[in-house]
């Protein structure tokens, strides 16, 4: 069986300067990356993070694509944001960035589409508004959204669902009952 050049793109190469930066910054080696993606239950060897990190290299020699579970899993060890991965990581919120499908972009209209924020792009013969609101509504469930009323969850007045961790640190949702009452002393 032959294979052909993996080609990277824009997006493939930010991801591969991202893993090998937040590598870095953790202190992590190779082989340490590779034994905590495997306690996390991605299995990727210490040459396979080297092929992915030598995505960003302009040879690309030796390259192996990140799909998107090796990218979840990436950025929950790294403690990041998966946008961490996906953005090229720059200095100036001006400086140009290319993302795959959109070209060169400035810095900060990436991040802004990649954090769920704005469009990447918007066309010019339609409202932006319009297009910031379907971004919104499309893009994430209706109980993220700014204004979102607990009512709509079926919660009674003084009721609260709050983010807790367990003592794993595995994030869940717990109802709290009392979250408009005052407290003893308040």
């Known amino acids: 069986m032959t294979t052909g050049r993996i080609e ?54 030796g390259v192996r694509r990140v799909d998107v579970d090796d990218l979840a899993a990436l950025a929950v060890v790294f403690g990041v944001s998966p946008a961490a991965l996906l953005v090229p990581f720059t200095p100036q919120l001006n400086d140009s960035v290319s993302v795959t499908g959109a070209g060169a972009v400035p810095a900060i209209a990436a991040w802004e589409w990649a954090t769920g924020r704005h469009p ?31 009512t709509d969850l079926g919660l009674k007045v003084g009721e609260a669902l709050l983010l807790a961790w367990d003592e794993d640190g595995r994030p869940y949702m717990r109802l709290d009952k009392q979250a408009d009452d005052p407290g003893p002393g308040d």
């Open 8 to 61: 990277v793109g824009p997006t493939g190469r930010a991801v591969a300067a991202n893993v090998k930066r937040l590598r870095k910054a953790r202190g992590l080696s190779l082989r340490a990356l590779s034994a905590e993606l495997k306690a996390r239950g991605r299995t990727l060897s210490a040459d396979a993070l080297n092929k992915i990190e030598n995505g960003a290299e302009p040879d690309g020699r």
């Open 120 to 150: 990447l792009r918007y066309d010019p013969d339609r409202r932006r508004e319009t297009q910031d609101m379907e971004y919104v509504l499309l893009g994430a469930p209706v109980w993220t959204h700014r204004g979102h009323e607990p």
